[in-house]
């Protein structure tokens, strides 16, 4: 680790997380005409979007940097491949098999499966011997999230967190970082056991959506597990949620996947085969 990113780390610790995503989503929403396509273009040149892929690539066509953020992208846009799929355009930060209970964050750091799942331990249990996979959606990558296999949501549970960023660096430093960020745990149940698809927040990611409970985060400070009446069956590639500014997605299986040959940060898309289920 640079000296560089070991002070971007500690810097963090004492920033008034939540205030700052919660100004930036407020900027992020304002719907002036100059002031939105200013952030918008000045965006799209720092980060090198591309723009050629969306249902609507004219920046200037959306209401607000949010709407350009979470924007659609064109039906062929992602190819869906076979097997378990990337739920998300981003880089493919680590993989395996939970080892004890543990998921591998960074080199040297690892993170129970308890924890991030909100602290539940016979919820733990189901995934223990299973498989995980993080992927981290960098500011210039689509925002939308899509189910890597069908599923029918068991329950939704929000956990309270800080709000750190959730690069490379700060994942290199932070300890336990995906499991002490405010998140979202969506519990389905598949053909192949339980999955867990955890939407892990973030400095300044105002909020958290998702496709059947509309925006989620930011909630109160205490965890909350919501259930709903009707069954709701997302099929495999269906959109399932977005992320109002960059995050992570962190998926753990019940049951061990083989996964592709891909080398760790490694860049891969929404619909990519990750591995067999």
Same mark, same amino acid.
């Given at each position: 680790?640079?000296?560089?990113?070991?002070a971007?780390?500690?810097?963090?610790y004492?920033?008034?997380h939540?205030?700052?995503?919660?100004?930036t989503?407020?900027?992020?929403?304002?719907?002036s005409?100059?002031?939105?396509?200013?952030?918008?273009k000045?965006f799209?040149?720092?980060?090198?979007v591309?723009?050629?892929?969306?249902v609507?690539?004219?920046?200037?066509?959306?209401?607000?940097?949010?709407?350009?953020?979470?924007?659609?992208?064109k039906?062929?846009?992602?190819?869906?491949?076979?097997?378990?799929?990337?739920?998300a355009?981003g880089t493919?930060?680590?993989?395996?098999?939970?080892?004890?209970?543990?998921l591998?964050?960074?080199?040297?750091?690892?993170?129970? &499966?308890?924890? #991030?799942? !909100?602290?539940?331990?016979?919820? =733990?249990? $189901?995934?223990?011997?299973?498989?995980?996979? *993080?992927?981290?959606?960098s500011?210039?990558?689509?925002?939308?999230?899509?189910?890597?296999?069908?599923?029918?949501?068991?329950?939704?549970?929000?956990?309270?967190?800080?709000?750190?960023?959730?690069?490379q660096a700060?994942?290199n430093?932070?300890?336990?970082?995906?499991?002490?960020?405010?998140?979202?745990v969506?519990?389905?149940d598949t053909?192949h056991?339980p999955? &867990?698809?955890? #939407?892990? !927040?973030?400095?300044?990611?105002a =909020?958290? $959506?998702?496709?059947?409970?509309?925006?989620? *985060?930011?909630?109160?400070?205490?965890?909350?597990?919501?259930?709903?009446?009707q069954?709701?069956?997302l099929?495999?590639?269906?959109?399932m949620?977005?992320?109002?500014?960059?995050?992570?997605?962190?998926?753990?299986?019940?049951?061990?996947?083989?996964?592709?040959d891909?080398?760790?940060?490694?860049?891969v898309?929404?619909?990519q085969?990750?591995?067999?289920?």
């Open positions: 680790m640079t000296l560089s990113q070991k971007f780390s500690l810097i963090q004492p920033l008034p939540h205030a700052l995503s919660r100004l989503g407020k900027v992020a929403q304002c719907d005409p100059w002031v939105k396509n200013t952030i918008i000045a799209i040149k720092r980060f090198d591309d723009m050629s892929q969306a609507e690539p004219d920046p200037t066509a959306y209401a607000t940097f949010n709407d350009f953020f979470t924007r659609a992208l039906a062929d846009a992602r190819p869906l491949g076979e097997g378990l799929l990337s739920p355009d493919l930060s680590q993989f395996g098999r939970l080892q004890a209970g543990q591998v964050q960074a080199k040297g750091h690892t993170f129970s &499966a308890q924890t #991030l799942l !909100g602290g539940d331990s016979t919820l =733990a249990e $189901e995934f223990m011997g299973g498989s995980f996979a *993080t992927v981290y959606l500011p210039r990558d689509y925002h939308r999230v899509h189910m890597p296999v069908t599923g029918t949501l068991r329950e939704m549970i929000y956990v309270p967190g800080r709000l750190f960023s959730v690069n700060t994942a430093y932070v300890p336990g970082l995906f499991a002490r960020n405010e998140r979202l969506c519990i389905f053909e056991g999955m &867990a698809m955890v #939407l892990v !927040g973030a400095m300044i990611v =909020a958290i $959506e998702t496709t059947w409970a509309g925006q989620v *985060t930011p909630l109160s400070g205490h965890p909350q597990r919501m259930r709903f009446g069954p709701i069956t099929e495999k590639g269906a959109e949620g977005r992320f109002k500014l960059g995050s992570t997605v962190v998926m753990c299986f019940a049951k061990p996947v083989a996964f592709e891909n080398p760790l940060g490694a860049k898309q929404m619909g085969t990750l591995g067999e289920p």
